[in-house]
């Protein structure tokens, strides 16, 4: 059966919590391979993890890229912890990979031993096991240059070989650094901000702001919750409505300070969410400069309606940027459909780019906001689904 061979970056780092995180960092990789997973087919080694499954499928494969914590992983051989059993396992492997056809390719072997108690050193299985397939398969010794990059590690129990070694995006397993709520938009921007801060190990939670008299169908909202939700394993979707707010602030609010109102109701709306949610602290999927309301006098204008910490992982970076990481995580396609809105509705053609926080505080006077209420509903997803 196959098996699956996990490294990891950050982890390494973090001393005596370590074991915290890995086991996070298990709970979550078994999550994602649980229909695959072989009984007790899952086994923790000081810095790598290995998964004996049923089947590998390059869609599962992409998926394990996209887990935060991840470093690296490799579909790998397992053998016995004898030299002549890894040589003959190493000749499998490359076969397997490169078909028979292999004369004259140069190749290198790097051997790691991570199992002290095994009595021969790296440098010797490097020339041990490079010797073996040079004299059994015809290749050539390239050692800068490889053409086939034949890799084994000396476990607790087992040697382990491969040839390709697939990346992932590193970063902390989701659940090891508290729990956020997103506002997010249904946009390119906040989905993105959500994963960002799922690869720091945060447990996110989404709070999408609507008006009912012009939004009555969330299939993109859900879509994107959805999709995310393939990262985290469970994600919380709350859809708040703001019409009755909303039409109080068209009625008294100038046109040009409307956005800036609007987005710091959404952040009085997601602070209490995430109070009743027991988070820390709120994300916004914001750049700097990008739009109006991301300038750097409405940022503070904006978040200073927040009593919990305001994160904007994507703070420094450009559209494009953004757009190639929405591209990655499966949400772009998603996040340009048609859809209308929440800060859009009603605002000047040209909006307040340098708000005044005295401004906002007489504007926000004139608002009966204590007395207003907006209707929540709750929403869950489960691996990529909508669950009830």
């Known amino acids: ?81 004898s030299l002549e059993t890894i040589q003959q396992t190493a000749k499998q492997a490359v076969l397997a990979a490169y078909g028979e056809d292999v004369s004259g390719r140069p190749f290198r072997v790097t051997a790691k031993r991570g199992n002290k108690q095994f009595p021969i050193a790296s440098p010797e299985l490097n020339f041990e096991i490079g010797g073996y397939l040079k004299t059994q398969l015809n290749l050539a010794v390239n050692l800068d240059h490889p053409d086939i990059d034949v890799r084994i590690e000396i476990g607790r129990d087992a040697a382990y070989i491969y040839t390709r070694k697939i990346s992932g995006i590193g970063g902390l397993p989701v659940g090891s650094s508290g729990k956020g709520v997103v506002l997010f938009s249904g946009g390119i921007d906040s989905p993105v901000a959500a994963y960002t801060m799922m690869k720091r190990g945060m447990n996110v939670v989404l709070v999408h702001c609507y008006n009912s008299t012009i939004n009555r169908d969330f299939a993109k909202i859900r879509n994107l919750a959805a999709q995310l939700s393939r990262y985290q394993g469970h994600v919380k979707l709350f859809l708040i409505d703001l ?81 190639a990481l929405a591209r990655r995580i499966g949400t772009f396609d998603i996040s340009i459909e048609e859809y209308c809105d929440i800060c859009s509705f009603l605002i000047a053609k040209h909006p307040q780019t340098h708000g005044k926080r005295s401004t906002v505080a007489y504007l926000e006077a004139q608002l009966p906001i204590a007395a207003l209420t907006s209707p929540v509903t709750t929403i869950m997803f489960d691996g990529g689904k909508e669950n009830g």
């Open 1 to 81: 059966m196959p098996k699956i061979l996990f490294h990891f970056g950050e982890l390494s780092l973090k001393g005596k919590n370590r074991s915290t995180f890995e086991r996070q960092m298990a709970r979550n990789i078994k999550r994602v391979i649980k229909p695959i997973l072989k009984p007790d087919g899952f086994h923790r080694e000081y810095g790598r993890m290995l998964a004996d499954v049923e089947s590998i499928s390059d869609g599962l494969l992409e998926h394990l890229a996209l887990i935060p914590g991840i470093r690296n992983f490799s579909v790998v051989h397992e053998a016995e912890l």
């Open 243 to 323: 019409e009755e707010f909303q039409r109080h602030a068209i009625a008294t609010v100038p046109a040009d300070y409307r956005m800036i109102i609007y987005k710091r109701q959404m952040i009085r709306e997601a602070a209490k969410i995430a109070h009743n949610m027991h988070a820390q602290g709120l994300v916004t999927g914001d750049s700097l400069g990008q739009v109006a309301s991301q300038t750097l006098a409405n940022i503070q204008a904006i978040y200073d309606a927040a009593d919990l910490p305001l994160l904007s992982p994507l703070i420094g970076f450009d559209k494009e940027e953004i757009i």
